[in-house]
């Protein structure tokens, strides 16, 4: 039955067109192609990633917030209370005012200490802001690097600059060194994102963070089966484009450099845009929707590309929205944290405010900094 299901899975009708076959893409002549077993790599590669991702952030990016002045916000923390740990822990951060009353009974707090302790408590589970910098620094680290990698692994190729090319023999098309090194790398490194998503900061768009990195890990994929690898190739370095501005940004925001990143998030917006809204819809999606046909009859290989392709299209759309929203805001003065990430929730009692700081009334700290309540907050 395993062998049935393997040769349903590798039919040659789902991968190649019409009167192609696996044998035909068998290395001869000096000549190399893509194979699906070269992809095994990536997931110790990914391992490797992670690892160094370690080192990285202790190493490098921890001394580069010092210098940088990255301060933590002095938060309270919620006394040991096992009642209300144990609520939080299994029945939910925010209880209703049903269960303050009911909690508040069991405690022996008032209702007001019972929700203040729930703030305290929900803060302490928020990730820090050397958290937030160390893995801003790491996907920035990675994301320029990757596009300086990529632009040289394609910026001299004929398909590079005419897209007709980018079919031109497919799928008999031999495989060069720096094309198989850019796949297997980015490859891996969206795997280690995805291993690691769970302990990374989670943002309000975490469900499309993980269909985004499964998308992308299936088109790369898919896209070195069935040898769309000069596609891969521009779809690949044009995502880097504009990524490691967007890390960029948010290095300097949690550095209290608030011009520096408002001015770095607006070119990333306008990169974005134009990468993502208009060259990957009306040039790339066309080559690859378009002109395969004008050689060879659609098959499921090309229609499942397209569909991949059309899935992370509209989450370009949804954070194109988001990133539009709040570049309008910073344009107009009113600059507010990453649309995508929870506020800091600050105490409220006349208790808290003194022990947070005594005299004056507690406000936000940036940096270490009270900030003005004149609606100028740190993005993420």
């Known amino acids: 039955?395993?062998?049935?299901?393997?040769?349903?899975?590798?039919?040659?009708?789902?991968?190649?067109?019409?009167?192609?076959?696996?044998?035909?893409?068998?290395?001869?002549?000096?000549?190399?192609?893509?194979?699906?077993s070269d992809l095994y790599i990536t997931l110790p590669l990914a391992l490797l990633f992670l690892i160094i991702r370690y080192f990285f952030e202790l190493y490098v990016a921890t001394p580069l917030a010092a210098l940088l002045n990255v301060k933590e916000k002095t938060r309270l923390r919620a006394p040991l209370n096992p009642t209300l740990e144990h609520f939080y822990l299994t029945s939910g951060k925010q209880p209703k005012q049903a269960e303050v009353e009911l909690l508040s009974r069991q405690s022996g707090l008032s209702g007001r200490q019972v929700e203040r302790w729930f703030r305290r408590r929900r803060n302490q589970d928020r990730p820090s802001l050397l958290k937030k910098f160390r893995?801003?620094?790491?996907?920035?680290?990675?994301?320029?690097?990757?596009?300086?990698?990529?632009?040289?692994?394609?910026?001299?190729?004929?398909w590079f600059y005419d897209m007709r090319k980018v079919w031109e023999g497919y799928p008999i098309q031999s495989l060069i060194p720096s094309q198989y090194w850019y796949y297997m790398i980015e490859l891996s490194f969206y795997w280690s994102l995805l291993f690691s998503i769970a302990s990374d900061v989670k943002r309000k768009d975490?469900?499309?963070?993980?269909?985004?990195?499964?998308?992308?890990?299936?088109?790369?994929?898919?896209?070195?089966?069935?040898?769309?690898?000069?596609?891969?190739?521009l779809i690949m370095a044009l995502h880097d484009s504009s990524d490691y501005l967007l890390e960029s940004a948010k290095m300097f925001n949690y550095a209290g450099w608030k011009n520096t990143c408002n001015n770095i998030f607006i070119v990333f917006a306008i990169v974005f845009i134009?990468?993502?809204?208009?060259?990957?819809p009306f040039w790339i999606l066309?080559?690859?929707?378009?002109?395969?046909?004008?050689?060879?009859?659609?098959?499921f290989g090309y229609y499942f590309f397209?569909?991949?392709m059309g899935v992370l299209q509209l989450l370009h759309i949804f954070w194109a929205y988001l990133i539009l929203r709040m570049a309008h805001k910073f344009i107009t003065g009113k600059l507010v944290e990453d649309e995508r990430s929870d506020r800091e929730e600050t105490e409220s009692s006349e208790g808290e405010e003194a022990a947070a700081g005594g005299g004056a009334k507690s406000r936000p700290l940036a940096n270490g900094h009270p900030i003005l309540n004149n609606n100028h907050r740190k993005n993420d």
């Open 135 to 158: 893995e801003a620094s790491w996907r920035f680290t990675f994301y320029l690097i990757a596009f300086i990698a990529g632009m040289a692994v394609i910026v001299d190729k004929p």
């Open 1 to 36: 039955m395993l062998q049935t299901l393997y040769d349903y899975f590798w039919w040659e009708r789902l991968w190649l067109p019409v009167n192609l076959t696996w044998a035909d893409l068998e290395d001869r002549d000096g000549r190399v192609y893509a194979k699906a």
């Open 206 to 233: 975490f469900k499309e963070q993980i269909i985004h990195h499964v998308a992308t890990i299936i088109l790369i994929s898919f896209s070195w089966f069935a040898s769309y690898v000069r596609a891969g190739t």
């Open 274 to 280: 134009i990468t993502r809204l208009v060259i990957l």
């Open 286 to 299: 066309h080559c690859t929707l378009v002109y395969p046909l004008e050689l060879y009859p659609a098959f």
């Open 306 to 308: 397209n569909f991949m």
